[in-house]
Structure formats: C-alpha cells, structure tokens
C-alpha cells in the first residue's frame, strides 16, 4: 500500500493512511481500481509518522509541495493520531494542509474531535453527497459496526447522516476553510442544487461539485 501519491497536479500530494471507512459509497472508485496516479492505495497495514515521512520523500523534494492532502482509500479521521503527529512536520515545507472527510470523525471517535483537528488542518471538505438523509443513506452506505465502537446504536443508520451535518456545521467554527462536496453524476441537477443550498443554510460559503 502507497502512503503518499500524487493525482493530478504534482504540487499537491495525498496522504493515504487507511482503508477504513464509516461508509460503502455505491460511486466509490476504491470498488473500480486499486489505486489512483500509478500508486496502489489498497492495503491492511496504516503508516507511522516514520512510514509516512519516508512515503513523502520518495515522490520528491519536499519544499516544492504546495498542499498536503489527508485523502486515500479509507476516512483519514480513524488516523486521528496520526494527523495531529504529522502536523508539525508537514508545515516545515511551508504548505498548506486540507483534510477530505465524510464528517464522522466524531462519531468514530465517540467525542468531539473538532478541537483536535483544528491545529493540525488548514482547510476541510466534508463529504455531504447528498440532499436529506434518505438519500445519503441510498448512496453512502453507512457501515454500521463502526457506529457501536463511538458508543452509538448500531440499529440507527441516520446516525451517519445526522454526525456528518453536525461536523459540516460546526467545522468553521474551528477551521479556517470549508466545503462541502457532492459526487455530481450521482444525483440530479435539482439533487445538485438542494445540497447546495443545505450546505448554505448550515453557514458553508463553499461548495464543490466533483
């Protein structure tokens, strides 16, 4: 498994920390390929900050990367420790830090982890998919057994959505930039357009259709 990769544009690399995830999305690439920009991000075993550093130096020098992205086959939040870990060093290349989420970072954890991340990232893109939780429960999935482990009752699905939109709400409060995404083909334009404005009704001045 590939720790750091590239996708796109060289500048910016990701960070792939686990394959564990809160959620089965049905548009997932993870389901279609075992990895992205020529790396393999399919694997059981998860970087220490060792690991990771010498994944970073192998794509290249590390002063020319301009954004560090937690972002790989897995939600980065279960690597809490390791995000808040790597802080410190990844600043010493003077670039920024952007976590991509699914938001339930508090619901893996069973606490309020908001203040944690805050140090540790410079902008945050939840996954909020789509418009009202039916929906969201239609196409992400939600894996319930991780729901048990933060304390909260595997029997209610709606708690992934209900977790993901607190985080959404809550996250400017702690983290300069963030917004919201939305896998495009999965929905309809009138789809589109209602994540747009829920995502504006909750504060979120940013918002992204992938």
Known sequence: MDYAYT????????????????????????????????????????????????????????????EFIWCGYGEPTFRLDLIREAAPWLRRAGARIRLNTNGHACLIHGRDVLVDL????????????????????????????????????????????????????????YIAKVQASVVGFTLTSEEVESCRLLARSLGIKHFRVR
């Open 7 to 66: 996708y796109g544009d060289t500048r910016n690399l990701y960070l792939n920390a686990t394959n564990r995830c809160t959620n089965r999305c049905s548009f997932c690439v993870r389901y279609r390929t075992k990895g992205l920009g020529g790396a393999v991000l399919w694997g059981e075993d998860e970087p220490d900050l060792e690991q990771l550093k010498a994944a970073v130096h192998l794509r290249g020098p590390f002063e020319e990367i301009r």
């Open 118 to 173: 805050a140090p540790a990232v410079d902008e945050v893109s939840v996954s909020l998919n789509a418009p009202n939780c039916r929906r969201y429960l239609e196409l992400c999935r939600p894996e319930p057994r991780f729901f048990a482990a933060a304390g909260g009752d595997a029997s209610i699905p709606e708690l992934a959505w209900e977790s993901m939109i607190d985080f959404l709400t809550r996250a400017p409060f």
